[in-house]
């Protein structure tokens, strides 16, 4: 098993920076892909960025490429998420998760732990 805790979110201005975080215990995360996801109101939930815990490879949608950054601390076996120039539109519930099954990083069916997500509200 593994727990994900999220923190970070909170409400802030169109152009301000927001740093998520997602603590991972239990079982190591060490040779999975760690993902984010979020979640508008309304919407389904879509793939933000995902992170390769052992290449170090990285993906992210394009929707937030150029303004968000994912990386990792395998000491901590945290992943961050540092959002630069948000938008209304990356107003959302955001959640990291852990990718255990086969499939794409950028699909949600891929992931098989999720934390309980942080919001993130952007206002203009």
């Not at 999975?32 to 995902?50: I, L, N, S, T």
Request: aromatic share 12%; glycine share 10%.
């Amino acid at each position: 098993q593994v727990q994900l805790l999220e923190s970070g979110g909170g409400l802030v201005q169109a152009g301000d920076s927001l740093r998520l975080s997602c603590a991972a215990s239990g079982r190591t995360v060490s040779s999975y892909f760690m993902g984010w996801f979020r979640q508008a109101p309304g919407k389904e939930r879509e793939f933000v960025a995902a992170i390769n815990w052992i290449s170090g490879s990285i993906y992210y949608a394009d929707s937030v490429k150029g303004r968000f950054t994912i990386s990792r601390d395998n000491a901590k076996d945290t992943v961050y998420l540092q959002m630069h120039s948000l938008k209304p539109e990356d107003t959302a519930v955001y959640y990291c998760a852990v990718k255990g099954r086969s499939g794409s990083y950028a699909q949600q069916e891929s992931y098989n732990y999720w934390g309980q997500g942080t919001q993130v509200t952007v206002s203009s």
